[in-house]
Each structure stands twice: as structure tokens, then as C-alpha cells.
């Protein structure tokens, strides 16, 4: 389906998942701020916490991993996050593997969102020119993997349910960023001002902009 202004309702919860600090921020950080400005809960996890990359070779990583953990949590305030949760993973070897998805479901299980966010994993080179980052396809499979079949199944990771009270939960909506195969618009109005001010949060960062008020997903209701 070609991308157009398609309405949509905020979700009522909203599990943001991406792969590295400030990549939420930059592809729907206005989404973001709208949806919780009109009473959608989000929360935010970062698989990894950004401690590899740096044009230091000299930089220590873990330092590193606690600046871009403190600058996330100070953009997702200023969003309006109620948590954001970091996993801890190494940047650049992101694995979707049974440990990475047992830790996902067990997130969707615990807050249990109408909707997750997260990286589109479809996207190897887009039509730009742009090489999407290993991580970023390797977070997006995982997400969708927890998402389903897993998240709704007893007997995927069956201790979350026996040893920690977690019971399957059924996400309805998925929304895939960065993606070449739009399917929705959300205009971020002004909330763009609040995506600027989360940006300039990642200090550590180079620097970067909104490139517009237009953020798009590819929108996918899920089957039951």
C-alpha cells in the first residue's frame, strides 16, 4: 500500500523497542510525545546502550555505555517514557537468539502493550543508499519473533509464566520505523519542538536534527 495520511488512534500502550540509544528518538520521537500528550503509556528498551561507537578507539566502553544510558533516559523524560529499560547488549553483535527473546517477551509480558515500535528488519541497504546497521535488522526480527508467536504462547519460555507469574499476552498492532514499505504518516505538529529538545539530550552523540515533521511506519495489524 503507497504511504498516505492514514488516521489512526493512539495505542493505549505503546513497548518501543530499538536497538541502540537515540533511534527511537530519531525516527518517532514526535509519535512518541504526541501519543503520551494524549494519554498513550509508552515505555522504551534499548537492547544495546550505544558503547560501541565512538571515533576514540581510546574511549573506554563502559563510560561510554553510561553517558548514552544517562542522555536516553533524559530524552525519553523529556518524550514522556514512563520507563525505559537497557538489556545490556553488545553493539555490533546483536543477536536475535533465544536469550535476547526470552528477555523481550518477558517485557511484553509485564506491561502489556496494544502496540509495539520497533526497527523495520526487512530494510538490508535502502533505496537511498543508506546500509542499515546490523543491529538495527537484528532488533527489529527479535521484537517481531517476541511479539509473535512467542509473547501469545504458554509453552514459549514456560517459566516466565510457572516461576514468574507472567501469563502470554496478545499485542494487536505493530509499527515499523525506518521502513522502505510505508504504510502510515503520523505528522508530529507540535510535538516537533519536543523531538528537538530529546535530540540535542544525546550530547555524546554527533548531533542530528528532525529532518521533518513527518515520521512513517510500516503498519501492521496483526492477525489473531
Known amino acids: 500500500m503507497n504511504a498516505a495520511a492514514v488516521p489512526t488512534s493512539p495505542p493505549a500502550r505503546v513497548l518501543v523497542i530499538a536497538a541502540h540509544p537515540r533511534d527511537a528518538d530519531l525516527a518517532m520521537g514526535g509519535t512518541v510525545a504526541r501519543w503520551v500528550a494524549d494519554g498513550t503509556v509508552a515505555q522504551l528498551v ?9 571515533d576514540d578507539a ?10 548514552r544510558e544517562r542522555e536516553q533516559r533524559a530524552a525519553a523524560a523529556i518524550l514522556g517514557y514512563e520507563a525505559v529499560t537497557f538489556l545490556h547488549q553488545p553493539e555490533g553483535a546483536l543477536a536475535n537468539d533465544l536469550a535476547l527473546r526470552e528477555q523481550l517477551v518477558r517485557l511484553i509480558r509485564s506491561f502489556r502493550p496494544e502496540a509495539v515500535a520497533t526497527h523495520d ?31 501469545a504462547n504458554a509453552l514459549a519460555f514456560p517459566a516466565l509464566v510457572r516461576s514468574e507469574g507472567l501469563a502470554p499476552h496478545v499485542v494487536r498492532r505493530l509499527y515499523l520505523f525506518w521502513s522502505e514499505r510505508p504504510s502510515l504518516i503520523l505528522d508530529a505538529g507540535a510535538a516537533l519542538e519536543v523531538k528537538e529538545r530529546a535530540l540535542q539530550a544525546h550530547a555524546s552523540q554527533a548531533p542530528r536534527t528532525a529532518s521533518g515533521s ?5 503498519l501492521i495489524e496483526l492477525r489473531s
Do not use: Q
Not at 46 to 54: A, I, L, Y
Not at 135 to 151: K, L, N, Q
Open 46 to 54: 534499548c537492547c544495546t546502550s550505544g558503547d560501541g561507537r565512538s
Open 58 to 67: 581510546a574511549a573506554d566502553p563502559l563510560e561510554l555505555a553510561a553517558t
Open 121 to 151: 528488519p526487512r530494510v538490508l541497504v535502502s533505496d537511498d543508499g543508506y546500509v542499515n546497521h546490523v543491529d538495527h535488522r537484528a532488533c527489529g526480527a527479535a521484537a517481531i519473533d517476541a511479539v509473535t508467536p512467542a509473547s
Open 214 to 218: 513527518d515520521e512513517r511506519f510500516a
